[in-house]
């Protein structure tokens, strides 16, 4: 079993769609999937836009109906194996709750980055140092994605590791951000999937 977080500001839009995303297409791998906000509103249902996109996404609709937001705490940053920020000042929120979790902590477009960069054999050596459990591997590979920041160019904007926010925004913002987030979410799935083969 291994554990995935991932934080955005309300935990109503994108935060959500990338957990359900996730716990979908690697529903085989039975992971624990969850998500949180840096402002977290109280037990707040996604947005019906984000859910709408869920669901044309592949995701149960239970799951979409069943999403309540909650505040991010230090607590739910103990167990995570990844822990996936929708910007980068999300990831610094987290990190600033808990330093510890920096090389365990990226934003969904950032690891994807990373993880295209890398040989899959340097990411499955990675994972086999670490053994065969599953949680103990992702780990292992997010250290060594972690450890290639400065090796791997940045993007020239810097924003490009970042999922825009959508809330409060028209539809064609929700399809934009949705267009940035799938993507890396497909890529984090296949990564997931290659470390732990």
């Given at each position: 079993?291994?554990?995935?977080?991932?934080?955005?500001?309300?935990?109503?839009?994108?935060?959500p769609?990338?957990?359900?995303?996730?716990?979908?297409?690697?529903?085989?791998?039975?992971?624990?999937?969850?998500?949180?906000?840096?402002?977290?509103?109280?037990?707040?249902?996604?947005?019906?836009?984000?859910?709408?996109?869920?669901?044309?996404?592949?995701?149960?609709?239970?799951?979409?109906?069943?999403?309540?937001?909650?505040?991010?705490?230090?607590?739910?940053?103990?167990?995570?194996?990844?822990?996936?920020?929708?910007?980068?000042?999300?990831?610094?929120?987290?990190?600033?709750?808990?330093?510890?979790?920096?090389?365990?902590?990226?934003?969904?477009?950032?690891?994807?980055?990373?993880?295209?960069?890398?040989?899959?054999?340097?990411?499955?050596?990675?994972?086999?140092?670490?053994g065969?459990?599953?949680?103990?591997?992702?780990?292992?590979?997010?250290?060594f994605?972690?450890?290639?920041?400065?090796?791997?160019?940045?993007?020239?904007?810097?924003?490009?590791?970042?999922?825009v926010?959508?809330?409060?925004?028209?539809?064609?913002?929700?399809?934009?951000?949705?267009?940035?987030?799938?993507?890396?979410?497909?890529?984090?799935?296949?990564?997931?999937?290659?470390?732990?083969?």
């Open positions: 079993m291994f554990e995935i977080l991932t934080v955005c500001t309300g935990n109503i839009c994108r935060s769609l990338a957990e359900i995303l996730l716990r979908a297409r690697l529903a085989d791998l039975a992971p624990r999937v969850a998500s949180a906000g840096t402002r977290g509103l109280a037990s707040a249902p996604m947005t019906p836009e984000a859910a709408h996109l869920a669901l044309a996404l592949g995701a149960p609709e239970a799951e979409t109906l069943a999403h309540r937001s909650r505040f991010l705490t230090e607590q739910h940053l103990e167990s995570p194996d990844l822990i996936l920020a929708m910007t980068r000042d999300h990831r610094r929120a987290i990190v600033g709750l808990a330093p510890s979790r920096l090389r365990s902590t990226f934003t969904v477009r950032e690891f994807a980055r990373l993880a295209s960069a890398v040989s899959a054999d340097e990411l499955r050596r990675a994972a086999d140092a670490a065969p459990e599953p949680a103990a591997r992702i780990r292992a590979a997010s250290q994605l972690a450890a290639s920041r400065g090796l791997v160019p940045t993007p020239q904007d810097p924003a490009d590791d970042d999922v926010d959508p809330y409060g925004q028209p539809w064609e913002t929700y399809l934009v951000s949705t267009s940035q987030l799938e993507p890396a979410v497909s890529t984090t799935a296949s990564t997931l999937r290659l470390v732990l083969s």
